[in-house]
T-cell receptor
Framework: GQNIDQPTEMTATEGAIVQINCTYQ??????LFWYQQHAGEAPTFLSY??LDGLEEKGRFSSFLSRSKGYSYLLLKELQMKDSASYLC??????????WGAGTKLIIKP | GAVVSQHPSRVICKSGTSVKIECRSL??????MFWYRQFPKKSLMLMAT?????????EQGVEKDKFLINHASLTLSTLTVTSAHPEDSSFYIC??????????FGEGSWLTVV
């Protein structure tokens, strides 16, 4: 079967750095996405990785290792507004997204 | 950047009536659009995949006659919830895929059936 695993919840301090991990097993691979979702809103796109390595976008970075079926989202200089759920999703061989359950990130002052 | 617009953002309808939700890609052509339903405390559930000019492909367990999907053009897909019931109340989200295979999401639509 296909599955995406990520931690259910994480807590971090404002100004700190947090890494959210995602492991996956899917039938085929056409890229991995990270989305941010605030309660009651649709997810918003953060990053897309299809090749191994680190992609940096401002305070957010995403890493992919296809051989290990592993990705992480790194958030630096955490702000209170970063409190949200972070969803990992893999596009399979049929170009459909397989979603993780999401990681709820709680930022404390 | 690419924007996907979903309308309406919130809608209340009476039980037994039908309601239509629109999903538009504003600055790119989307050959494929996806419709999701968000269940509380769970990740998005894919309902169907909509390809322009052809019938939608529904996921197992999703009623085709209840959730009508039409992808009339490269920028518009619609989801019609027919004969809505209170259990259909949910958050419905669409997404569109561009030619680079990047997925962009709409803002979502809250449906409340009373």
């Amino acid at each position: 079967g296909q599955n995406i695993d990520q931690p259910t919840e994480m807590t971090a301090t404002e100004g700190a750095i947090v890494q959210i991990n995602c492991t996956y097993q899917t039938s085929g691979f056409n890229g991995l996405f990270w989305y941010q979702q605030h309660a009651g809103e649709a997810p918003t796109f953060l990053s897309y990785n299809v090749l191994d390595g680190l992609e940096e976008k401002g305070r957010f970075s995403s890493f992919l290792s296809r051989s290990k079926g592993y990705s992480y989202l790194l958030l630096k200089e955490l702000q209170m507004k970063d409190s949200a759920s972070y969803l990992c999703a893999v596009m399979d061989s049929n170009y459909q997204l397989i979603w993780g359950a999401g990681t709820k990130l709680i930022i404390k002052p | 950047g690419a924007v996907v617009s979903q309308h309406p953002s919130r809608v209340i309808c009476k039980s037994g009536t039908s309601v239509k939700i629109e999903c538009r890609s504003l600055d790119f052509q989307a050959t494929t659009m996806f419709w999701y339903r968000q269940f509380p405390k769970k990740s998005l559930m894919l309902m169907a995949t909509s390809n322009e000019g052809s019938k939608a492909t529904y996921e197992q367990g999703v009623e085709k006659d209840k959730f009508l999907i039409n992808h009339a053009s490269l920028t518009l897909s619609t989801l019609t919830v027919t004969s809505a019931h209170p259990e259909d109340s949910s958050f419905y989200i669409c997404s569109a895929r561009d030619r680079k295979n990047t997925i962009y999401f709409g803002e979502g639509s809250w449906l409340t059936v009373v």
